[in-house]
């Protein structure tokens, strides 16, 4: 009896474990398609001389063109056919084209002989290898015979096929460290890593005081409070590139309302070009101060893009902190920085840690935002605005490939961190 | 010392609010009726001091009558100040200067008052103290947070319903004139609809958002199920890896993506990017769904299995209906993604015909079309995530806080 039940409960955790694969194989299976795959295939490519230009496969490109009239039997022409490799740098190997050629014609005499021949109404060529950029032409003479009919008969219906082999850059076996030492070696690239780290640092730590801000400041109730926590959390919800062009605008150098503001405020003489300029100096007791203006605008953004989700998330954890203990500690006589200080701060430092590891990591990763307020340019090119900037700006795909594995091996090292400290406090 | 003191503490608040209201209010004006106005900081002020000392020592005394009165008060002190001149336009005044000022007058005081509520002119405890600079604090950060968050969003709005020559003309008059023709004022986003094609891309940003919605929950239901109620080897494992696999940036998946999908022909298509969107929301889902899953209690499962359910139907028929205010927000965080992405669109799209709204707002962002028309753009994008948003604000709250972070 005993043996049986034992017996029925493992078949039964055999059955669970069959059905558990069966219901998330299909999310393991594109998840490791569209994630894990490509991300070793961008490992592959970084060690790969390999352009944009090469992702268009190589092709035979035949034209056929007749000489000559075909109006009446007996009649001849010519059909002449020029073929050419359309890759600049790839061979075809085994070309053949084959290309039908109707009753109502003759074949007299085939030119090139030795590739082609004619096999019961098809002509087939063997071209054997083409080298990159090579052409070259054939030459049939033909003649209309008695069994023309005209709609159909006409050689240049039939297009010619061709079939053929290439290597495939992607998949051939042709390594290089081209692209790591093009990257490493480029003075830009300390400077880009220098900007990501500033970007991140301040752009995460901004946006988390200015929330934990907002959420001391949301926290103690009043009317409409609930509009204004929604209103708050607007920049977060809404597209990137809404939001992006409007401060494109609104900080414009020539109709911008911030510029034409502090014009007529006689704050500034001249617009400045907020998203435009690297550095705006300063003088400070005959020390001239350089203010990078651009960068600090793209870290504004970001502060003001992200900061409604750290504080959503202490806000939540703040309603989730018991009432009574502020109740005692009002009664003990703490002030209220005092509570902040030694309640609410001793409770909310575990989120406080986890969201700015998280938001580390995306601030981190951001492409969209810099992309779309600068372009990367006036000294605000991070490493991922570089990774487009080399892979399809300067069109080398290998370099952007080998810049994007830097950035994945960075991560990693935050990410082991992130694991780390986030058993502490689950999001 | 000093600063310990009420009256030094009425005087500051007074003066602070006087000096903030009054660069508020000079913005507003600028912005709203489009004169030209100047920031004028003394008389404000110097006002605005007086009139705080005056409450701190009348305050016993406040009715309605008291607070008007006081208004009042402040409207002629202002004028009398500033020499009949607020705003420095060496001019006559018009009747929205008066209103800015009254406006001006009415949100000082309110300030004033909300701020000095029980502060006397002596010597303040050190919490009563902290307690008022604080009160100080908030109410300045509470309306600067607002004007912050919300300026770009009203630039965009304004920007939008404007035409080219009012814009060149006086970039900072922002009035909108509401008696001429609405397709005057509309005349950006008729522009947007009749020749830039915008219904067609609304259309396939619609299609995208939507199927996407579908696949990652068809994948993500059963998958959460499993990792919350199933006991299989690696369970841990997976549910781990989840998390890391949110924390992969899209940057470094387009290369190999964009050289795959070009040479399998995918690249340019609606359905390339129906495969990427999913695939970068599943985990999201997942995580998500799991939670909430975890959340419900097990024996139902148990009953279930007990009267011969097999668990298919208990996913269907139990744990779907029990957790949907889970599944609501779910989808529509996931529709907020794939409606805001952008990267993959921009790299992806070529044709106009398979364009998405972000892929179709780029293609405005160029010297020749004008600014409004890119704003409207930008509004259009916006406009149903923010329905969206703000119609089931609650359940998005719940997800977002839930794990839903995606930056």
């Known amino acids: 009896m005993k043996k049986n039940i034992q017996y029925k409960s493992s078949e039964l955790l055999r059955k669970e474990k069959k059905l558990a694969l069966l219901l998330i194989l299909p999310t393991i299976c594109l998840v490791l398609s569209i994630v894990l795959i490509p991300l070793i295939a961008n490992f592959w490519i970084s060690f790969k001389p390999i352009s944009l230009g090469d992702l268009r496969p190589p092709s035979l490109i035949i034209k056929e063109n007749i000489r000559g009239k075909l109006s009446k039997s007996g009649e001849i022409a010519q059909i002449h056919y020029r073929y050419r490799n359309s890759s600049t740098k790839y061979d075809l190997n085994e070309v053949i084209f084959t290309d039908f050629i109707p009753k109502g014609i003759d074949i007299i005499d085939i030119k090139q002989d030795t590739l082609c021949s004619v096999e019961s109404n098809k002509l087939i060529c063997n071209l054997g290898k083409l080298k990159a950029k090579s052409s070259g032409k054939i030459i049939l003479e033909i003649s209309r015979n008695d069994s023309w009919v005209n709609i159909d008969d006409n050689p240049k219906k039939h297009k010619p096929i061709a079939s053929f082999t290439t290597t495939n850059i992607l998949t051939s076996f042709d390594f290089t460290l081209e692209n790591y030492k093009k990257i490493f070696s480029a003075n830009e690239f300390w400077q880009v890593l220098k900007i990501t780290i500033y970007y991140t640092v301040f752009g995460t730590a901004g946006a988390l005081l200015l929330g934990l801000f907002a959420a001391q400041i949301l926290q103690k109730s009043f009317k409409g409070r609930p509009i204004i926590r929604g209103l708050l959390l607007f920049p977060y919800v809404s597209p990137v590139i809404a939001v992006a062009f409007a401060w494109v605008i609104l900080f414009d150098p020539f109709s911008g309302v911030v510029n034409s503001m502090l014009i007529q405020m006689e704050v500034i003489e001249k617009p400045i070009n907020f998203f435009g300029q690297k550095f705006v100096s300063f003088y400070f007791f005959g020390f001239e101060l350089k203010f990078p203006l651009a960068l600090s605008m793209v870290i504004i953004f970001e502060i003001w893009r992200y900061f409604p989700l750290s504080f959503l998330f202490i806000l939540a954890k703040m309603q989730s902190i018991p009432e009574d203990i502020y109740e005692a500690a009002e009664i003990d006589g703490a002030t209220p920085l005092q509570q902040f200080y030694f309640l609410s701060l001793p409770f909310l430092i575990g989120i406080i840690a986890t969201l700015f590891l998280l938001r580390f990591i995306w601030t981190f990763n951001k492409f969209d935002d810099i992309f779309l307020l600068t372009g990367g340019n006036a000294g605000t090119r991070t490493l991922t605005v570089n990774v487009y900037e080399q892979a399809f700006a300067i069109s080398n795909l290998g370099a952007g490939a080998a810049v994007a594995v830097i950035i994945f091996i960075i991560l990693l090292i935050f990410s082991i961190f992130f694991i780390k400290y986030s058993k502490k406090e689950t999001i | ?407």
Request: charged content about 10%; overall charge positive; proline content about 3%.
């Open chain 2, 1 to 407: 010392m000093f600063w310990k003191y009420g009256l030094f503490c009425s005087i500051l608040t007074g003066s602070i609010w006087g000096l903030f209201w009054q660069i508020i209010f000079t913005m507003i004006g600028l912005l709203t009726i489009g004169e030209k106005l100047y920031v004028n900081v003394v008389p404000f002020l110097i006002v605005g001091s007086l009139i705080s000392v005056i409450y701190v020592f009348l305050q016993n005394k406040i009715s309605i009558k008291f607070h008007l009165l006081s208004i009042i008060f402040m409207v002629l002190l202002i004028y009398s100040f500033t020499f009949g001149d607020p705003f420095l336009q060496k001019k006559t005044n018009s009747i929205s200067t008066f209103l800015l000022v009254v406006f001006n007058s009415f949100f000082t005081w309110i300030s004033i008052y909300l701020s000095l509520k029980q502060i006397n002119i002596g010597k303040l405890s050190r919490y009563n103290l902290e307690k008022f600079y604080l009160r100080l604090l908030w109410g300045l950060g509470l309306i600067i947070l607002i004007l912050i968050t919300l300026l770009p969003f009203y630039i965009m709005i304004m920007t939008s319903l404007k035409n080219q020559q009012s814009l060149i003309l006086n970039p900072l008059d922002l009035s909108l004139n509401f008696t001429s023709d609405l397709n005057v004022l509309f005349s950006s986003y008729i522009e947007l609809f009749t020749n830039f094609n915008f219904h067609i891309f609304l259309f396939n940003s619609f299609l995208v958002s939507i199927v996407t919605v579908f696949v990652t929950l068809f994948f993500s239901i059963p998958g959460a199920y499993a990792l919350s109620r199933l006991r299989f080897p690696a369970k841990e494992w997976f549910s781990g890896s989840v998390i890391l696999i949110y924390l992969i940036p899209s940057i470094v998946l387009v290369i190999p993506l964009y050289a795959v999908f070009s040479q399998l022909g995918l690249r340019n298509s609606l359905f390339g990017l129906l495969i990427v969107y999913p695939a970068t929301t599943i985990p999201v889902a997942l995580y998500m769904l799991r939670g909430y899953f975890n959340s419900l209690s097990k024996e139902i499962d148990d009953a279930a299995i007990m009267d011969g359910l097999s668990r298919f139907q208990i996913i269907i028929k139990i744990a779907m209906p029990l957790s949907k205010p889970a599944i609501v927000s779910v989808a529509l965080y996931v529709f907020m993604i794939a409606w805001n992405e952008f990267l993959f669109a921009f790299m992806f799209l070529d044709d106009t015909d398979l364009f998405t709204l972000s892929r179709g707002i780029i293609s405005l962002n160029s010297s020749e079309i004008p600014q409004q028309h890119l704003m409207a753009g930008a509004v259009i994008a916006t406009l149903p995530v923010m329905v969206i948003f703000l119609y089931l604000e609650k359940f998005l709250i719940s997800g977002l806080s839930s794990g839903g972070v995606k930056g």
